[in-house]
């Protein structure tokens, strides 16, 4: 078993969760220790693990990322009004190669997801994305990507898998269960042009730092349609994090980042939330500390809803355009909005009724002033295609 790699909570973590009050989540978790070993997992809504794995970092790593001080940082928060069982089972160590320590992150995720409990993973870079979207394989036919990133990370062709150029491997192995990538803030200047005009050619959704930190509600609707969320840190500004070398002074801010991880958490798609490309501040350990905080208050949130026009909780606006008619529809319970898009039909859902695409109620007042959503018309190219 898989599980039997990983290394339990370190003794210092746990003879500082000793000190805390009952309110804090260190009393609150149950953690993988030496004495007790691995906690039950029946009932457990979400387990947070480490991998200790930076072979394949872009900018070589200087030092080992501090994950007991990131652990620190979370028990000492206080416990939401939440009924999630959070668990903590460990840190993944270096395999005798990065293969290996591969092969085990995406069999403790696959272990994880079978029991309906979502893996929260801290990485120390972001090519751990791989192993976590390879876990999914004989899970779930298709899979819906989301990076939260100021870069698509696609590298070039004969790049050997980076932190730089995982979504590369991502996109050409086999077999290839990914049926959307959309990234959340992007930053043109670390983009080149041809990676930009890749995610058109794809029908991949890219989303500018500046368009999501003006409104970051538009961030909702692409985190509900997506299993996985791979946050690489650099994507927030370098003052918030307390690091410079590589990090930039451009990004999303500690009160964005910590909306959007929320947002994360309340989608009832998403199955595994991983965070990457950390490095060793007092600050960083905080911010990751309370990213994960918001990410498990979402959770706690989560509401399923079917958008149907025989139910009461939803409102059904029919939109005749020029080309096309569209479907919304709104809920009365969340206020969320969702579109019918019927070329998606046989891909995406497998079943006999038309796929609903979340979107915004701009998305809906723009259909009405006659403008097709962008993404609407980039889900009916790839459902078509």
Known sequence: MAFDFLVPVSDKVLA??????????????????????????????????????SRNAFEKKPERLNV?????????????????????????????????????????????????????????????????YRAFDNIRNMVNLVSIDSRFDFGEDEELISSHSYMSRIITDKPNNLFNFSNIGYQSYFNAQEEIDLMERLFFDAYRLGDIAANISLAEPILRSS???????????ASEMGLYKN???????????????????????????????????????????????????????????FPSSKSEDFTKFTVPTDTEELIFYK?????????????????????????LLPCTEEDYLDACNQNIPERWFKAYRKGFN
């Not at 809920?331 to 796929?355: D, F, G, M, Q, Y």
């Open 227 to 237: 299993h996985i969320v791979s946050l690489d840190l650099r994507a927030i500004r």
């Open 247 to 305: 990090f930039s002074p451009n990004g999303f801010t500690g009160r964005e980042i910590c909306a959007i991880a929320r947002y994360a958490g309340m989608s009832d798609k998403v199955s595994l939330f991983g965070i990457y490309e950390g490095e060793n501040s007092a600050q960083a350990f905080q911010m990751i500390a309370q990213i994960i905080w918001y990410f498990i208050e979402g959770i706690s949130f989560r509401i399923t809803e």
């Open 331 to 355: 809920s009365h319970v969340t206020e969320r909005w969702w579109v019918e898009v019927p070329s998606i039909l046989p891909e995406h859902t497998k079943t006999n009724s038309v796929a």
């Open 68 to 132: 007991d001080e990131i652990r620190i940082q979370l028990y000492r928060l206080m416990m939401g009004n939440w009924n999630s069982t959070i668990l903590d089972i460990g840190n993944v160590e270096e395999g005798e190669t990065v293969e290996d320590t591969y092969f085990v992150v995406k069999e403790v995720v696959a272990g994880l997801l079978e029991e309906n409990i979502i893996p929260i993973i801290i990485g120390a870079t972001q090519d751990i994305t791989f192993p976590t």
């Open 16 to 53: 500082y969760s000793e000190l805390l009050p009952p309110q804090a989540l260190g009393k609150n978790i149950h953690k993988h220790t030496e004495k007790k070993g691995m906690p039950v997992f029946a009932n457990a809504t979400a387990a947070i693990f480490a991998v200790n794995e």
